[in-house]
């Protein structure tokens, strides 16, 4: 045996209530973990024990599986599990993936602090038991089954090896006291002290006393030391993952700056998964849904000149959330829906949206450059926006300086755009019309679209923007927008840069948006009003959709049906409810089954003799109807009896099916007790013959 | 000849049963048991009154086959080493050579074994279960094929020593022969008017087919649960009332062995609860040792194993 496994079963019970204690204190379960620690212990002071079977453990110990594995369910489900996995597996972006990472861990955290209340009954039951300890057969289902149905079968030795149960118990209480850490300095030594004081009855006891002492004293510090080590790695590894976040921060949700790929080389990845869904009535496209705009450029990155966004007061427009344009009446509306990460997602709104409303109760936020966002919203924010006519006659909100700001520019960058705009004799004297209508023209004729940034060899043009006005004259929508705006600040037009999506696939009764369609665009103020000057080249849809996956089709379904499910899950409000019902009453079934100690009662032939164990074959046999029809006409059969000695006493030599009988049961013995089994053929002949016999 | 088939397995027992039968007549099922016990690999001991046809029997067998065959006639004053052999002093060489004895053979007849010691029948132990002999420190190997078939008298009988519990297990089944029908014992006067018809039998197998029929025997499949039945039965006899010391574990496997010879001989691929029933007496009655209360109360043995058989329930 294996020397370290006869060491737990070596020695006396040990003393569960310290590490109760410890972790009551630790989970905020004070009361409970003394009360269990002394309802154990309480054992030594009386000498009054229970007689409890091999198979009434077992039965504990399948009664605490369930108990175990539904605790697990009930906290998965109620901890919103299923979202946060779908949230880690399928995230779009990574702060979505870590929150998801972060709500698992937080949900497995509480499950471990729950643990031993879980194996409590199992403890204690066998604590107040005559039975000192346990094989750790009586742990595994499958040795349960496996004793039951093949008592024959050899037993591994683990199986067969003892274990006193409260030590592992311990070590889970100890396991579940970690999950949560008050006062880890204080934790930690009484933690220390609690193991020092279980594992001293194993110490060697040729060494004295003092030399054990020692050692463990130097564990002990060692452990200590190597803690304060930890904690300096989770700051220095926080400090790392930030970093890696904010490197590859999501564009899509940060209204207030985004990072351009002007500048990038190689292909611009864009992905097919779907963002919005757009409910439309009409057949026309909806047009360019903003997310956001911004008005200062520096360094390849968009910002906007004020960060603060402001709460919408919703109170204020009665069944609607957000009223933009009290006096226009809309004339028609667009439902969009989008998952949103923890409540918050931007509102992709057409330009020439009146007012904004939603199923739920949720916040809008709005800043100065007319950026919106929602705020605690459900995991699949659904919003209308109502639209008026396409073009609005009320003002917007006025320009700012902002919007006319050349100076963050780099050299190459301002060199550029000043070369190109005295090119197109550009000037602050043009008319804003004639300006735009200029680089319109521009930009459609020469100029084409694509992903793909050639590698910089030894260009002149020192910039990407350069490069791209200057030498290749071919780039994504970023590219064409940046320019468009900053050509028309040179002619005096206050500019900013819009970003949002150009829905491009049309679905049963609306449009969708997919990452690839996410579009940049300019906005200029025009007579008093801010209207979309997109110069990108039409082609680049086509180009992306070029790029389309041919899993695509597929990835689609799944993102339906999830999205189907998880605007179902929020409509019905009784979805949880339901789940932890059934799945209460069918834990409670199966643990009912296991207290009550009955198997699972599988289906039998119904001329089957009561079969001790379901891996006997050939308990289909046909001959039994033919059993069955003798016994009826010449007696029963005795027990002790074979079939030949009790076929050949009760068939009559004159029997006219005699011979007809015998070959039966040959066939019928060797399909019972072949292990190789009866082949097709014989087995068919066999039914026949039974099937004229009965 | 290939040793994959069967029939040819098959026929050789056909030959020796039919050669046999030739000479012990009435004994059909007799016969056909100690060519089980014979094509299992087991040993044999026929138990009987004198004069009932046991050494016929076992001379008819050594016959049958052609094999090296002795004879030891078991007498009180037989000695160890008058079995298993002797090392003598060699004055030319000054060495000791062994001289094998009587041991060293493939086909044993030990006549009248309870009439020698128990120190003598126990020389027999070592061999009869490992086939092999230790002599003077020196492990020797016996014959591939090495059968013993034993005889002896009822212990009642007068000069006699009954054999140690130890003998007893190493036979794999005990045989009584018991007195044949009247015209079967006519049949034999008949027979034996001029001479013996033993002086007529003809060897009809060689040790290669014996070898081959034990092989075929071993591929005869046993399921789990006809396994489980043969426990069951040879646990019962440690459970029965009145006995003291029940069948061992090696008892359940001759138990096994002998009903696979049997199914072979019924052309059956797989042993099924009959052929367990028909052997079982013939393989657990001689090794229960019965409590002495039992044993002057008139309990047979036999009629113990038949009560254990009609107690386990026989799968179906």
């Known amino acids: 045996m294996n020397p370290i496994a006869s060491h737990w079963t070596r020695f006396a019970a040990p003393w569960a209530l310290p590490a109760l204690v410890l972790w009551g204190w630790q989970a905020d379960f004070w009361g409970w973990g003394l009360l269990m620690g002394l309802l154990i212990e309480a054992r030594r002071l009386s000498s009054f024990r229970l007689d409890i079977s091999p198979s009434d453990f077992n039965r504990f110990w399948n009664f605490n599986a369930i108990l175990f594995v539904g605790v697990g369910l009930y906290l998965f489900i109620a901890r919103e599990g299923p979202s946060h996995v779908s949230a880690l597996v399928a995230g779009e972006t990574p702060s979505g993936r870590l929150a998801g990472v972060k709500e698992i861990s937080a949900t497995a955290l509480s499950f471990l602090r729950w643990l031993p209340f879980i194996f409590y009954p199992m403890v204690l039951a066998h604590a107040w038991s005559q039975t000192p300890r346990l094989p750790w057969s009586t742990f595994s289902l499958y040795q349960q089954n496996r004793a039951r149905n093949h008592p024959l079968a050899p037993v591994p030795d683990w199986a067969n090896r003892q274990v006193h149960p409260t030590y592992p118990y311990i070590a889970i209480v100890l396991l579940a006291s970690t999950a949560s850490t008050n006062h880890p300095g204080i934790y930690l030594s009484l933690l220390s002290a609690v193991v020092a004081a279980l594992l001293w009855p194993t110490s060697n006891t040729r060494f004295q006393v003092l030399t054990r002492l020692g050692c463990l004293g130097g564990v002990l510090a060692l452990v200590l030391a190597a803690n304060q080590g930890l904690g300096h790695v989770r700051e220095l590894m926080q400090e790392l993952e930030n970093r890696l976040l904010q490197g590859g921060g999501d564009q899509g949700f940060d209204q207030i700056r985004t990072f351009t790929a002007l500048g990038n080389v190689g292909r611009l990845k864009q992905s097919g998964s779907i963002v919005l869904r757009i409910a439309s009535t009409n057949s026309t496209a909806p047009g360019l849904l903003r997310e956001a705009t911004f008005n200062r450029f520096r360094a390849q990155a968009w910002s906007t000149s004020h960060r603060e966004f402001s709460q919408i007061e919703s109170a204020s427009f009665g069944s609607r959330l957000w009223r933009r344009d009290s006096e226009t009446q809309p004339t028609q509306a667009l439902t969009i829906s989008r998952h949103t990460a923890n409540g918050s997602a931007p509102l992709a709104l057409p330009d020439n949206t009146v007012a904004v409303s939603e199923i739920a109760t949720v916040q809008i936020e709005t800043n100065s450059l007319g950026s919106a966002r929602l705020k605690e919203a459900l995991p699949i924010a659904i919003y209308t926006a109502e639209l008026g006519p396409n073009h609005l006659s009320t003002p917007a909100q006025p320009s700012e300086a902002e919007d006319l700001q050349l100076d963050g520019l780099s050299d190459a960058d301002s060199e550029a755009i000043q070369q190109v705009a005295l090119q197109l004799g550009l000037n602050r004297g043009t008319p804003h019309r004639e300006a735009i209508a200029t680089v319109e023209k521009h930009f459609a004729s020469g100029f084409a679209y694509s992903l793909w940034q050639e590698p910089n060899r030894k260009s002149k043009a020192p910039s990407p923007l350069a490069e791209f006005l200057l030498n290749t004259r071919a780039g994504h929508c970023e590219f064409y927008a940046t320019t468009t705006v900053l050509l028309l600040r040179t002619a005096g037009i206050p500019t900013r840069y819009a970003v949002g999506y150009s829905p491009g696939d049309r679905i049963s009764g609306g449009w969708i948006a997919r990452g690839r369609d996410a579009h940049a665009w300019c906005r200029a103020l025009v007579d008093g009003r801010w209207i979309d000057v997109d110069t990108t080249p039409g082609i680049w849809r086509e180009q992306e959709a070029r790029r389309r996956n041919f899993l695509e089709p597929l990835r689609d379904g799944f993102s339906h049906a999830r999205y189907r499910f998880a605007t179902w899950r929020q409509s019905s409000n009784q979805w949880r409810l339901l789940t932890i019902t059934a799945g209460v009453i069918g834990l409670g079934w199966l643990a009912w089954r296991q207290l009550r100690g009955s198997q699972w009662r599988g289906m039998r032939g119904t001329n089957a003799k009561p079969a001790r164990s379901s891996s006997i074959p050939g308990l289909d046999s046909e001959f039994y109807a033919v059993v069955l029809m003798l016994e009826r006409i010449q007696g029963k059969r005795l027990p002790h009896e074979t079939l030949l000695e009790w076929l050949r006493r009760v068939v009559p030599h004159s029997h006219p099916y005699r011979t007809n009988i015998f070959e039966a049961l040959q066939l019928h013995q060797r399909l019972r007790f072949d292990p190789m089994g009866l082949p097709i053929p014989d087995r068919s002949r066999l039914a026949k013959i039974a099937d004229t016999l009965a | ?316």
């Open chain 2, 1 to 316: 000849m290939n040793d994959s088939n069967p029939h040819v397995a098959r026929e050789i027992y056909r030959r020796l049963h039919h050669a046999i039968c030739g000479v012990v007549r009435g004994q059909e099922i007799n016969v056909r048991r100690i060519l089980a016990a014979f094509a299992a690999g087991g040993h044999v001991l026929l138990d009987d009154y004198p004069g009932t046809g046991k050494t016929t029997l076992a001379k008819a067998l050594a016959r049958a086959v052609t094999a090296r065959f002795t004879r030891v006639q078991f007498t009180p004053d037989l000695l160890p080493s008058d079995i298993l052999g002797v090392a003598i002093y060699n004055q030319k060489t000054t060495e000791f050579e062994f001289h094998e004895g009587p041991v060293f053979t493939e086909i044993l007849l030990a006549d009248e074994i309870n009439r020698a010691s128990p120190r003598t029948q126990s020389a027999l132990l070592e061999a009869m279960a490992e086939g092999q002999v230790s002599v003077e420190g020196n492990r020797r190997t016996l014959p591939h094929l090495f059968f013993v078939i034993a005889t002896q008298n009822p212990v009642e009988f007068r000069g006699t020593y009954p054999l140690p519990e130890a003998q007893m297990d190493r036979f794999a089944i005990q045989l009584e022969l018991g007195y044949v029908s009247p015209e079967h014992e006519a049949s034999l006067l008949a027979t034996q008017v001029h001479d013996h018809p033993l002086e007529h039998l003809k060897p009809c197998a060689v040790v290669e087919d014996v070898l081959r029929l034990r092989r075929a025997v071993q591929e005869v499949r046993v399921s789990e649960e006809m396994r489980r039945y043969i426990v069951d039965l040879v646990g019962a006899t440690r459970k029965t009332q009145g006995v003291r010391l029940g069948a061992s574990p090696r008892a359940s496997i001759a138990l096994m062995k002998t009903s696979q010879a049997l199914a072979f001989f019924d052309e059956s691929n797989c042993v099924t609860p009959d052929h367990v029933k028909e052997i079982a007496v013939a393989v657990l009655a001689h090794r229960l040792i019965l409590d002495p209360q039992a044993e002057f109360g008139g309990q047979n043995r036999r009629v113990l194993v038949e009560g254990i058989l009609r107690q386990i329930p026989s799968p179906v």
